[in-house]
């Protein structure tokens, strides 16, 4: 009997394919949530947008002797270009019909789609100014076959720590439902605009922004221990014991905003 061996583990993008597979991952994630108005459908399979230049790509992959497998996509978008924006640009170069988007008009996705952009703009002003890297985190999928096996925790608390002790940010912003807002408030995160009473390009959505200083306490000495991990070995484990049932490696990949 042959045993075979396999790791979850959180990381960057390492090479055009992985990029490739994230895109496709959040491409049909979106497609299938209802946050499909924010995508276009088209046959390719994936999309860009005129973010994805300045973004930092993660995922969640599900790594053996000879394959790996995408299960997870999330993204960190600052103010000029990231470390993968070669591989974006390689990746439009090789998928003809893949529509090559306009320019931003504005650093961050959530001042273009949210009814309140001033006061967002507002708020991060501040931290701007005074020379603090601010990043909007988004774009988070999760496949169907890991939504309840343990894994929600694990992968926002690693691209916490990713966004902070590899991006190097110091504030994260980010929009999200108005029923996740709990989630985030146990590390800190600051509701700055009312996902009820907000018009997300007709979707509604709550912002909220965490300062790195401002991380609650109880979270704080986790999210840096997995950020030494990120910064000495680019890459953070899922430990096993957090992990309900098994992954099955060749499972079809339907999937779904998480």
Same mark, same amino acid.
């Given at each position: 009997m042959s045993i075979h061996y396999h790791n979850y583990v959180f990381r960057e993008a390492r090479?055009?394919?992985e990029l490739e597979s994230l895109f496709r991952l959040r491409y049909e994630g979106y497609l299938e949530?209802?946050?499909a108005s924010l995508v276009k459908v088209n046959p390719l399979g994936m999309e860009v947008d005129a973010f994805d230049w300045n973004s930092v790509h993660f995922g969640l992959f599900l790594e053996g002797r000879t394959y790996t497998k995408a299960l997870a996509y999330s993204r960190v978008t600052q103010d000029q270009p990231s470390r993968h924006a070669h591989m974006v640009s390689q990746l439009v170069a090789r998928n003809d019909g893949i529509e090559i988007p306009e320019p931003a008009p504005a650093s961050y996705p959530m001042l273009i789609s949210c009814g @309140? @952009?001033?006061e967002i703009e507002n708020h991060l002003l501040p931290f701007r100014e005074s020379g603090k890297k601010v990043v909007e985190a988004g774009r988070l999928v999760l496949a169907p076959e890991i939504r309840q096996r343990g894994f929600h925790k694990f992968f926002i608390e690693a691209s916490m720590a990713? !966004?902070?002790y590899r991006v190097n940010a110091d504030v994260i912003s980010l929009a999200c439902h108005p029923n996740h807002t709990a989630i985030y408030r146990r590390y800190g995160f600051e509701i700055i605009i009312d996902g009820r009473k907000n018009d997300y390009n007709g979707l509604k959505a709550?912002?909220? !922004?965490l300062a790195k200083k401002d991380l609650h306490p109880r979270r704080a000495e986790g999210i840096k221990s997995m950020g030494?991990?990120? @910064?000495k070995t680019g890459a953070i484990l899922l430990p096993s014991t957090q992990v309900k049932t098994?992954?099955?490696a060749q499972k079809s990949t339907q999937l779904q905003l998480a």
């Amino acid at each position: 009997m042959s045993i075979h061996y396999h790791n979850y583990v959180f990381r960057e993008a390492r090479t055009f394919s992985e990029l490739e597979s994230l895109f496709r991952l959040r491409y049909e994630g979106y497609l299938e949530s209802s946050c499909a108005s924010l995508v276009k459908v088209n046959p390719l399979g994936m999309e860009v947008d005129a973010f994805d230049w300045n973004s930092v790509h993660f995922g969640l992959f599900l790594e053996g002797r000879t394959y790996t497998k995408a299960l997870a996509y999330s993204r960190v978008t600052q103010d000029q270009p990231s470390r993968h924006a070669h591989m974006v640009s390689q990746l439009v170069a090789r998928n003809d019909g893949i529509e090559i988007p306009e320019p931003a008009p504005a650093s961050y996705p959530m001042l273009i789609s949210c009814g @309140q @952009q001033e006061e967002i703009e507002n708020h991060l002003l501040p931290f701007r100014e005074s020379g603090k890297k601010v990043v909007e985190a988004g774009r988070l999928v999760l496949a169907p076959e890991i939504r309840q096996r343990g894994f929600h925790k694990f992968f926002i608390e690693a691209s916490m720590a990713s !966004t902070f002790y590899r991006v190097n940010a110091d504030v994260i912003s980010l929009a999200c439902h108005p029923n996740h807002t709990a989630i985030y408030r146990r590390y800190g995160f600051e509701i700055i605009i009312d996902g009820r009473k907000n018009d997300y390009n007709g979707l509604k959505a709550s912002v909220v !922004t965490l300062a790195k200083k401002d991380l609650h306490p109880r979270r704080a000495e986790g999210i840096k221990s997995m950020g030494d991990i990120m @910064q000495k070995t680019g890459a953070i484990l899922l430990p096993s014991t957090q992990v309900k049932t098994p992954v099955r490696a060749q499972k079809s990949t339907q999937l779904q905003l998480a």
